[in-house]
């Protein structure tokens, strides 16, 4: 049976699901907010160690103004109402990405929340926000040269912003699309990859547990035979 180690979910489809209602993008956006918390418990039953989540990624900077300052705002609200369930179910918190781009007050929000969590250890939930894993991997070069070290496959795995928390086993994304969009190509590079219809929004506990247990059946290969 495969264990289950690393899971990341590229959580699409908030905007076709506002869509398919007659809504607005952005209640997509903010119901989907809401499925992190209940993916995250099912990773704590599971006994899942790491989780990463696909947000923001340094591509969606082109989408309509409007609907990246609501995103970013989004953001500061998920990280303020989600505190205390962060800090009262043990999970260690951080953002991975270049969030230098980001304004003071988003950075400060995401710098207090990996403080106070920084202890925690049930899980270890990662939000990929303004996030490209080629803009990974150069960061992760150019750390490299500044410290004047080798630029080989150890070192690298040592500075890409997933540093402690492995490869990734399952890569899931929901709403239908087959790619993986620029997400972990480093660290998903023999994951099991599993593309679902269901919209971010109406992704529940039962299918992630079904796509869960399916994992642990199928016999991973890495190359071999």
């Not at 990624?57 to 990280?79: D, M």
């Not at 403080?115 to 990929?128: P, Q, T, V």
């Not at 690298?156 to 928390?165: A, E, F, S, V």
């Amino acid at each position: 049976m495969n264990k289950l180690n690393h899971l990341a979910i590229i959580m699409d489809g908030n905007g076709r699901w506002a869509k398919q209602k007659g809504m607005l993008r952005a209640f997509g956006h903010e119901k989907g907010a809401n499925v992190v918390e209940r993916v995250c418990r099912v990773c704590i039953q599971n006994n899942i160690p790491n989780l990463t989540l696909y947000a923001f990624s340094t591509e969606n900077w082109s989408r309509p103004k409007n609907e990246v300052n609501f995103l970013i705002n989004l953001f500061k609200k998920f990280l303020k109402e989600k505190e205390a369930i962060i800090l009262k179910e043990n999970i260690k918190f951080k953002a991975i990405g270049d969030i230098d781009i980001f304004d003071d007050e988003l950075k400060e929000k995401i710098l207090n929340l990996e403080n106070l969590s920084k202890n925690n250890s049930k899980l270890n939930l990662a939000l990929a926000v303004n996030y490209g894993s080629k803009n990974e991997i150069v960061r992760a070069c150019r750390a490299l040269l500044k410290e004047n070290q080798d630029i080989n496959e150890e070192n690298i795995n040592l500075h890409l912003d997933t540093y402690d928390m492995g490869d990734v086993d399952l890569l899931i994304r929901t709403g239908g699309e087959q790619r993986l969009s620029n997400f972990l190509l480093w660290q998903a590079s023999y994951a099991e990859l599993y593309f679902t219809k269901t919209l971010w929004p109406d992704f529940d506990s039962v299918e992630l547990q079904n796509i869960m247990d399916n994992y642990k059946k199928i016999k991973r290969k890495f190359g071999g035979l």
